[in-house]
């Protein structure tokens, strides 16, 4: 059963790694068409900072499978007689957030890599080093107390329920509700500051378009993102009464009005269409389909790891093997989410009125050019990664001409990895 797991998990690393290598070799050599959307200088920008991004996925994706393979081999063993205590709540906490914290402390070279060689490399990082070690200190103390919380509940459920996987799934699945609703006000709390938009105009405008869909918020905010990051978003966070629109100010900086309301016609679109809802019960099926995997596993998998059946080692299994799980499902919420885009996309375009899809088509393009996101990817990463769909397929639906694309750089070789 051990060689099976093992095998799965080796499987997963080969295949994420030979989607991600297909991927640089078709921007590596779709690069050097004629650019799309961008101008020479942009596009050649954008696809060596995708490019470069993408080798460093592979890097993370490699050590973590080194990770797994020490984890599975002495890590888990190592770790429950390090951090055993005569209370076995207490000594589930512990190895459990011993895990999670050495695998954050492993990510973190990559984290800082990103954030202050790659991101300054192409004037995205706008962090400083005590904004970034303020904000890792605070995810890291948040994560051990309501890490610590959700244990301690499965736990418990472990304990004292036969069926515990799927209560435990129950338990899950209402944290992840909760930090839907909680989200908005916690990264107002410890990370973005938020002030309510103070553009009247603006916000009779956005008004109107929510009473056209029905959305009622609990304000619309600005957040001063620009301190960290000078990429353009927004969202809409909560749910029922915590809702609440959120625009980051570099997206205010960079599209007109008419583009800022397309966007947010766009969101509003997912809110018409129910789609959080949807997002939310895909999440649940894929946390049903891992807690009914890992509640019946064989006992002889316990014994040929040289520990016993515990509820500290059914946790870290589940950890071990979610991005697995997540990397299988991916494609499934991924069909799904892209078809929601468009719906969303169409509804933005009639929010807008007669010159809705073209704002929303201009809005797109200011996106692609500020945010460096090249426009075109190899059909097998869209496949397994793409949560929108290509910007190029979005811009068709929305009745822009871009013409016939050279699909040449299907046959693109790695040349630069």
């Not at 969303?344 to 809705?356: H, N, Y």
């Amino acid at each position: 059963m051990l060689m099976t797991i093992v095998t799965l998990y080796t499987l997963y690393v080969l295949l994420s790694i030979y989607v991600s290598v297909m991927q640089i070799g078709y921007v590596n050599s779709a690069k050097r068409q004629a650019p799309i959307l961008l101008s020479c200088e942009e596009f050649l920008k954008a696809g060596d900072y995708s490019v470069e991004k993408e080798k460093m996925s592979i890097l993370s994706t490699f050590v973590d499978y080194l990770l797994f393979i020490a984890w599975i081999g002495f890590g888990i063993s190592f770790l429950s007689s390090t951090l055993s205590f005569e209370n076995e709540a207490l000594s589930t906490i512990a190895i459990v957030m011993g895990f999670v914290m050495m695998n954050s402390i492993i990510s973190l070279p990559f984290s800082y890599y990103e954030k202050f060689v790659l991101d300054a490399k192409y004037g995205f990082n706008k962090s400083t080093i005590s904004q970034y070690i303020k904000d890792t200190l605070i995810s890291f103390v948040m994560s051990i107390i309501i890490g610590s919380l959700v244990i301690f509940g499965i736990y418990e459920i472990i304990s004292n329920f036969d069926y515990w996987w799927l209560w435990s799934f129950v338990f899950i699945f209402c944290v992840v509700i909760a930090i839907n609703v909680f989200f908005p006000t916690f990264r107002a709390l410890f990370f973005d500051k938020l002030s309510p938009l103070d553009d009247e105009e603006l916000n009779a405008e956005i008004k109107r378009l929510m009473d056209q869909t029905g959305f009622v918020s609990s304000g619309v905010f600005i957040s001063d993102a620009s301190k960290r990051d000078a990429r353009l978003n927004a969202y809409f966070g909560g749910l029922g009464k915590t809702k609440r629109v959120v625009l980051f100010d570099t997206l205010l900086e960079k599209l007109s009005t008419k583009e800022l309301l397309a966007v947010l016609g766009h969101e509003l679109g997912h809110f018409a269409h129910g789609d959080i809802y949807k997002n939310i019960a895909l999440v649940g099926g894929m946390l049903f389909v891992m807690f009914a995997l890992f509640g019946n596993i064989p006992e002889s998998l316990y014994l040929e790891m040289g520990l016993s059946e515990s509820p500290y080692l059914v946790m870290i299994l589940l950890l071990l093997f979610m991005p697995v799980l997540g990397f299988v499902m991916m494609p499934i919420m991924g069909l799904v989410s892209r078809s929601n885009e468009y719906e969303a996309d169409k509804t933005g375009s009639e929010l807008g009125g007669p010159a809705g899809g073209i704002e929303l088509a201009n809005a797109l393009q200011k996106l692609v050019a500020q945010n460096k996101s090249f426009p075109l990817s190899h059909p097998l990463y869209i496949f397994f990664h793409y949560t929108h769909p290509p910007v190029l397929e979005r811009l068709k639906a929305l009745g822009v001409d871009i013409g016939e694309r050279d699909k040449s750089a299907l046959e693109g070789k790695c040349e630069a990895f």
